[in-house]
């Protein structure tokens, strides 16, 4: 490999690395710079003059405002009902309503990470059956339809108000014409392309690009959502503004691309920067301010407001008996968190936005009469630092902690109170209100006795409450633009000095802000907690006994640690691999202790500074997966045979037969020895494992493989092939108490063993176990099996198809899947699930914790 090469591997390795951290510093300089222009384009204008236009807007406008938003909504539901019928699901209409519903509501006002439309849709979908495949390709389709669905409708509108917006913009008319024909030409190519469903091949990637009639649902429906969400802040803007509806709508589009793109929270300052830069000449400018400030309150606050009162309603009205309300509240249970979550980071940032804004004077004079102002201005300081507060605990609320749920509910309560105190806020309280109740009735969900104190917020979050700060202390200048700020100003106490009542609440919420970012940044190293103990490791092989999943016997090699469930009746074994705590399989044990266990391990790696991972798990782990906020991607298909069935008659398995009748020609004899008689045949299969790892030129593995160890191979029975009385071949077996399943470990060969013996040895072994009474025989997984080539596939499926086409230089992905499939298995998913990194990091520390670190992994 050159030097250069190295170097851009260097180089993007290091960009995955930090990418955890590079993107929030660009989304803050980002939302930097646009504060900087909106408070620069808005200099001439007065807070009075905002307050004005906002009063000046007629209810019908408000009205005519809440029917398009209405009509949005319904449209943007019809992305996923699309999205369905594009991968050849059908799901019932109203649970998917309210998860689409519910998904742009949490996304299109938080906009980030644990609280995205993604997160809710993989939660709800996966509660109506869908699998992280088909939920993937969901959240594929819906992105790639908004994005392009989003140009089209820019390019067909700047392309007839070219000379507007060439005017607005500063740019030629030819240039804005030529650029709107380019996109619609390119987008026109790729609806031929992909008439009645063609599908391209890309390299060796294939897609199936929508139909004709799929394409033209999905152009309909996204000109409308487009259309309808522009109208909202079209008919918000005063009368009389100079600019048609078409031209409004190409500037609206550009608006909310350049907001998506910049991954701030709601598009928040970028959207308003550009609105009010192109509208800036035509309307005036607190006018625009005005309608922006009503556009985000309709159209982001209102439909999380009745997404909240619709999951409050089910729990007041005991509608469980009704079908549709049956399915409805299964949702609720993963929806609610997420949807009172996303309320309360509103609220707080509804706090301290407030806390920084005058108060009315009309208000001021009542309160100066009954209360005094010591109170008041207590009251106003501990606000914002409520507010704050209440804004990073919506984090554990969508956790479910019971913590963050007394946190909430004290900072709201309290809220609520000084509501009246500081001022007569009717809409702040009646939004807390909200807040309090649905986390009173939704109490029994917060079950997870989880410490806040050790929830470490990630960089994204604290770019998050950076932001906050950063617009709040913006709206503070604004405000107060014409004050002569001064040491003074920070003890002037009077009831109509606001501005230094808003200054000192910045300083309050600054030094909150600043010690939670701290207390986040210097978490501790992570630290290896304690292999199993001999007392450990005897518990959990009598937990593995009493269970159905042969696989689980790897604890027995004692490399892993173990967390074991507060009963003790169920554990997770995993290792440390640098930052990443990896877990090994679905927890073991009964499965009603399988989700507070996740959500520890995924807690203890936290708190430890660690990330947690879980590798070669099943599909029934990751809804509680998606809980704790990992992401699954998937790793291979595991071989199930069933036993009842397996037998050697037939054209199926005409091969196999054929490897059996050669290796009786052959004189191999096939043994099972006993678990208590291996101890006095260790001597012959080590000199088999040794012979075997010689001709491979490799070494021993762990962790998700089993090394010969005479402990290890000594504690189950063990299958021999033996010729002229000597062992050629071996298989360590696992095995548990229930028979449900039975597997094999370590196997290995001599050099001299005849050819097929391994297809003889395994035939022998399933149809010993067969006769045993055993149902199934897990053949072991096949990494980057059956991984999505085509449609709306995930980046993850794409990359390791390619692998396992290409891949056999340095893996045998296609030879293992081929010698798997001569036993004609079923074949189930096995998935990877992880938590703030990617997925080839995740991947890559669990080689090294496989191998043996990176010595290990380069020399075999």
Known sequence: MSSMNRQQISFRETLESYRGYLVPIAVLIVFGFTTFAIYDLTTEVRYEDVLDALTATSWSSIGLAIFFTALSFIALIGYDLNALAYIGKKLRFVPVAMTGFSAYAVGNTAGFGALSGGAIRFRGYSRLGLSPDDIGRVIAFVTLAFGIGLLAVTALSSLVTAPRIGQLLGIDVIWVRAIAVAIIAALSVLVIIGRDGREITLGKLKLRLPDTRTSSQQFLITALDIAASASVLYVLLPPGTGISWPSFLAIYATAVGAGVLSHVPAGLGVFETIIVAALGNTVDIDQVLGSLVLYRVIYHVLPLLVATLFIIALEVQQLAHHPVASTLRKLEFRLAPLLLAAFALIAGAMLVFSSVTPTPDSDLSIISNYLPLPLVESAHFLSSILGLVLFVTSRGISQRLDGAWWTATICASLALLF?????????????????????????????????????????????????????????????????????????????????????????????????????????????????????????????????????????????????????????????????????????????????????????EARSQGGRAIFYQISPALLPYCADAGLRAFKLGELAIVELSGFDLKGSKLASLRQAVNKGVREGLEFEVIPQPNVMASIEDLRRVSDSWLELHETREKTFSLGSFRNDYVSAQPVAVLRKAGQIVAFATLSLTDTKKEGTVDLMRFAPDAPKGSMDFLFVRIMEHLRDAGYSEFNLGMAPLSGMAQREAAPVWDRVGSVVFEHGERFYNFKGLKAFKSKFQPRWEPRYLAVSSVGPAIAMMDATFLIGGGLRGVVGK
């Open 419 to 603: 509501s009246f105190v500081r001022a007569i806020a009717l809409f702040e309280a009646s939004f807390l209100v909200i807040l309090i109740v649905g986390l009173l009735l939704s109490a029994k969900l917060f079950n997870r006795p989880a410490s806040l104190l050790r929830q470490v917020l990630t960089p994204p979050w604290i770019v998050a409450m950076l932001i906050l700060m950063a617009a709040a202390l913006t709206i503070l200048f604004f405000v107060y633009r014409e004050v002569d700020y001064s040491h003074d100003i920070w003890w002037q106490f009077e009831f109509s000095g606001e501005a230094p009542r808003g200054l000192r609440a910045i300083l309050g919420m600054a030094i909150v802000a600043a010690a939670i970012s701290v207390f986040s940044l210097l978490r501790p190293a992570a630290t290896r907690t304690a292999f199993s103990s001999p007392e450990d490791l005897e518990k959990a092989v009598s937990i593995v006994m009493a269970q159905d999943w042969a696989d689980a016997n790897l604890v027995r090699m004692g490399d892993k640690r173990l967390m074991f469930s507060d009963n003790g009746s169920a554990f997770i074994m995993y290792g440390i691999q640098g930052r990443s705590w990896i877990a090994l399989f679905d927890p073991v044990g009964p499965a009603r202790e399988t989700p507070e266990l996740v959500w520890r391990f995924v807690e």
